[in-house]
């Protein structure tokens, strides 16, 4: 047994069924918590969960002394954090980004999107430039729940966050998940989640070797959590 504990930064925020680290679910289970869970238990380290404000993300490395972090993707650094050596894992989850919009208009083209919802501190990249020049208005939330009501009542136009979210809210909601629906007009690309660290490039070794001998287990971990991937080759 390893003495050390390792403290991994997590978002702060509910993103069922992928993670939740949100303060009122703390000890509910996620397709993050059981995987990392699973991995650190193999080889026999102590670990720690610590939940870090979102708007701080590409601060944590820095200012929160954490020795991993998730999710993470090279895509998301800022100029201030590419100077940091981080190290990243194969992709554990591909995903899709993109806008999601109420069926009727998932033809739209995207002029069409005035009003787009995400959560607060997500950045969408996609977007960045209409944002920047104030072609159109981002609404944030720290709540997914809150922002596909706001959708589907016409509150805004588009969100900007996962499908599997999106699914797993539409539920809750009696809704069918063709309610809300990939605008394929507007751009859209696929991207990974990934596991990070500054100080621990050899056990980020070690969770490739486990994301690749332990395949079966953790595509079981995806169905139990109904997460369905997006195919690389969007």
Do not use: C
Request: net charge positive; hydrophobic share 35%.
């Amino acid at each position: 047994m390893h003495a050390q504990a390792y403290t991994v930064g997590v978002e702060d925020i509910s993103y069922f069924p992928i993670y939740d680290f949100s303060e009122d679910t703390q000890n509910r289970h996620s397709f993050t918590k059981e995987l990392l869970r699973t991995f650190f238990d193999l080889h026999g380290y102590q670990f720690k969960f610590v939940a870090l404000p979102l708007k701080r993300f590409d601060k944590w490395y820095a200012e929160e002394a954490i020795d991993f972090k998730f999710p993470d993707n090279a895509r998301w650094r800022t100029e201030q954090s590419k100077k940091l050596n981080i190290k990243y894992s194969q992709a554990v989850l591909n995903l899709t980004a993109g806008s999601y919009v109420l069926k009727k208009n998932k033809n739209n083209e995207k002029k069409k999107i005035k009003r787009l919802g995400t959560i607060f501190g997500f950045h969408p990249t996609l977007w960045h430039k209409s944002i920047k020049n104030n072609k159109i208005e981002l609404v944030g939330s720290s709540s997914p729940f809150s922002l596909i009501k706001h959708l589907l009542h016409g509150n805004i136009d588009a969100i900007y966050i996962d499908k599997n979210v999106i699914d797993y809210n539409l539920k809750r909601l009696n809704k069918k998940s063709d309610a809300v629906v990939l605008n394929k007009n507007i751009n859209h690309e696929p991207f990974s989640f990934h596991f990070s660290t500054i100080s621990h490039p050899e056990i980020i070794q070690q969770f490739n070797d486990f994301l690749q001998s332990h395949h079966q287990i953790i595509s079981t971990m995806k169905k139990k959590y109904g997460i369905v991937e997006t195919p690389v080759s969007l």
